[in-house]
C-alpha cells in the first residue's frame, strides 16, 4: 500500500511539472514533501488520509496552473522542474 501512494507522489510530481513559473519548483517542493512524509508512515491508512488533506490545497493549486496550457507549454514547464533541486531529490529517492 506504500508504495501505492509513493507512485501515487511521483505520479503527482510528473503531473505538477505542469505548474508554471517560478511556482514550477514550488510544486516540485511540494511533492518530494508529500513523497517523503508517505514513505515515513509505513502504510498507516489513517497517516495517509491526513497527508493528503494537509497538502489537498496546493494539489489543487499545482493542478490548476497547468491547464490551458499547450503540449509544448507544458512540456517547457517540465524541462524547467528537472532543473529543481526538489525533483532531482525526488528522482533519487524514487531510484528514476
Given at each position: 500500500?506504500?508504495?501505492?501512494?509513493?507512485s501515487a507522489?511521483v505520479?503527482s510530481?510528473?503531473?505538477l511539472a505542469s505548474?508554471?513559473?517560478?511556482e514550477?519548483?514550488?510544486c516540485?517542493?511540494?511533492?518530494l514533501?508529500?513523497?517523503k512524509?508517505?514513505?515515513?508512515?509505513?502504510?498507516?491508512?489513517?497517516?495517509?488520509?491526513?497527508?493528503?488533506e494537509?497538502?489537498?490545497?496546493?494539489?489543487?493549486?499545482?493542478?490548476?496552473l497547468?491547464?490551458?496550457?499547450?503540449d509544448?507549454e507544458?512540456?517547457?514547464?517540465?524541462?524547467?522542474?528537472?532543473g529543481?533541486?526538489?525533483a532531482?531529490?525526488?528522482?533519487?529517492m524514487?531510484?528514476?
Amino acid at each position: 500500500m506504500k508504495k501505492l501512494f509513493v507512485s501515487a507522489a511521483v505520479m503527482s510530481a510528473m503531473f505538477l511539472a505542469s505548474c508554471g513559473g517560478s511556482e514550477v519548483c514550488d510544486c516540485s517542493d511540494m511533492a518530494l514533501s508529500v513523497a517523503k512524509e508517505m514513505k515515513d508512515i509505513g502504510g498507516d491508512m489513517e497517516k495517509m488520509a491526513e497527508i493528503q488533506e494537509k497538502y489537498k490545497a496546493d494539489m489543487e493549486k499545482c493542478e490548476k496552473l497547468g491547464e490551458g496550457k499547450s503540449d509544448e507549454e507544458l512540456k517547457a514547464m517540465e524541462e524547467e522542474m528537472k532543473g529543481c533541486a526538489s525533483a532531482k531529490e525526488l528522482e533519487e529517492m524514487m531510484g528514476m
